[in-house]
């Protein structure tokens, strides 16, 4: 998904009720804010370190559940 841009990432996770995990943590946060602000619906969102694989950063999120 790095073609798509990040406020449409948002918009369709948030529409989709889905949790969004995250690598990107310069513009994302600030994406996110700006929908809070507009009282718009958000998804959950996870920031994962960028060295972690994604299956790790799924099972450790998993025993949140």
Known sequence: ???V????ILEWAAFNDRILL????APMPD???QRLVREEI???MFFVND????RQAI???YQFI
């Open 42 to 44: 958000m998804a959950s």
């Open 51 to 54: 060295r972690m694989l994604t």
């Open 22 to 25: 995250t690598h990107d943590r």
């Open 31 to 33: 994406f996110a804010y």
């Open 59 to 61: 099972d450790e999120l």
């Open 5 to 8: 841009d990040d406020l449409k």
């Open 1 to 3: 998904m790095q073609e």
